[in-house]
């Protein structure tokens, strides 16, 4: 696989309400939670400069959590499309922690997700592409969820 598009976490724009609630940080290369914090953050990955949009066949977000263990954060990815005559936002793809199975305190890449056929290709004339990542967490004394950055990628 090809990684025709790429961003790091740290350079992603979160949500007003997030940033002002104090619950986030983005030290280090990475988003998380502030230490102590819970809750829900949210933050978007403009999709810009693609290399070759039309090649691009999946959506891989790099993260840390502690996948389906109870009482667990959780980090969710979802590409959007917003097009450009109606200014209709619709789903492309998504991907959870939730779906990838491995031992706790250890980092993994969630399987990138492939786009569904008939949004291949995607069309930079028609739609605006962005991705909004999410992470929870209930309860502070568990490990932190953690993301690093997304990509776009060509592949089979």
């Known amino acids: 696989?090809?990684?025709?598009?790429?961003?790091?976490?740290t350079g992603s724009t979160p949500y007003f309400?997030?940033?002002?609630?104090?619950?986030?940080?983005?030290a280090n290369g990475r988003v998380r939670f502030r230490d102590g914090k819970t809750g829900t953050i949210r933050f978007v990955f403009n999709v810009?400069?693609?290399?070759?949009?039309?090649?691009v066949r999946h959506l891989h977000v790099t993260f840390r959590d502690a996948g389906r263990l109870p009482d667990r954060g959780r980090v969710d990815a979802v590409l959007k499309k917003v097009n450009v005559t109606s200014g209709n936002i619709d789903n492309v793809v998504g991907i959870?922690?939730?779906?990838?199975?491995?031992?706790?305190?250890?980092?993994?890449?969630?399987?990138?997700?492939s786009l569904p056929d008939d949004e291949i290709p995607l069309n930079d004339e028609s739609h605006y592409y962005y991705i909004v990542v999410t992470l929870e967490r209930n309860n502070a004394e568990t490990q932190n969820p953690t993301v690093l950055g997304v990509s776009l990628n060509a592949g089979v």
Not at 1 to 9: N, P
């Open 17 to 26: 309400d997030d940033v002002e609630a104090a619950l986030y940080s983005n």
């Open 48 to 55: 810009q400069n693609v290399r070759d949009l039309a090649s």
């Open 96 to 113: 959870s922690s939730d779906s990838v199975t491995a031992e706790p305190d250890q980092f993994r890449t969630a399987k990138s997700v």
């Open 1 to 9: 696989m090809s990684r025709l598009w790429s961003f790091a976490a």
